[in-house]
């Protein structure tokens, strides 16, 4: 589930800072309006992750066909949105912990570190969050809402992910374990598309082109792509109807 979240609704804000980890690696810090130009889907993490036994959260990292290397999540949910992000079309890069966000709350400074920045094909960027609805506290959506306005102040758009349809991402994650270019195998690859420009079940097309054996990870792999299509709202099976899809 992907949440929109609106304005803040209080004053006292002395404007909006970021720090990043520039070119030398080291931490640069300005005000967002200066570096809102700053390509964030390719800076490294401002924060490590922590990782130690008997932790409640579970950490880890996703490799990101997108950005061909591992991303660092702290959460299974994290871990969920990174697979989702690599898995569609429109963004062509994204980061984990790319900045700190500041801001002055009266006479306090606040500071949060949203969990993913994402650039898009129209080269607009996202900024997303991830956290359970039920583990949102109204100090938690707070700091969203402040991170939703300081996004409007430059552009950018912002979500808030709570979930995802467990059927859709169960189909997702299936797909995902094809994503390696080394799944993309010639002639199959042109021979499935041809065989799908009309849709038909999803082992009928596997069949016709060959060996299901050999053909199925090829066949996977142009779903994960969206050079082929299925409604992943329904669970993946071999009636499945598949097509070739816009992505070709």
């Known amino acids: 589930m992907q949440l929109l979240v609106g304005g803040v609704g209080a004053a006292g804000f002395a404007g909006f800072q970021v720090a990043f980890v520039g070119a030398d690696r080291e931490l640069v810090r300005e005000r967002l309006a200066e ?27 996703y490799y990101s066909a997108t950005v061909g290397a591992h991303l660092e999540y702290e959460s299974w949910l ?13 963004v062509v890069g994204y980061a984990a912990q790319p900045f700190w966000l500041f801001w002055m709350d009266g006479v306090k400074q606040r500071s949060h570190a949203p969990d993913f920045f994402a650039r898009l094909a129209d ?7 991830c956290r359970p609805a039920a583990r949102i506290k109204p100090r938690d959506q707070a700091v969203f809402d402040t991170t939703a306005k300081a996004c409007a102040e430059v ?12 059927v859709w991402l169960a189909n997702v ?8 270019g080394r799944f993309r195998v010639e002639p199959v690859a042109s021979m499935l598309r041809g065989l799908f420009a009309r849709p038909r ?16 990870p090829v066949l996977y792999h142009l779903l994960w792509r969206r050079e082929l299509v299925t409604d992943l709202e329904i669970r993946l099976e071999g009636w499945s109807l598949v097509t070739a899809g816009a992505n070709r």
């Open 201 to 216: 079940p999803l082992i009928e097309g596997a069949q016709a082109a060959g060996d299901p054996v050999a053909v199925l």
């Open 173 to 180: 994650r299936w797909l995902a374990g094809y994503r390696a």
């Open 78 to 90: 994290e871990r969920d949105e990174a697979m989702a992000l690599d898995f569609d079309p429109g």
């Open 123 to 129: 080269r607009t960027g996202v900024v997303i969050d």
């Open 35 to 61: 570096a809102a130009g700053m390509a964030f889907e390719a800076v490294a993490p401002v924060r490590s992750i922590p990782s130690f036994r008997g932790q409640r959260n579970n950490p880890g990292l």
């Open 155 to 166: 552009g950018w758009s912002y979500r808030l992910v709570t979930g995802h349809d467990p």
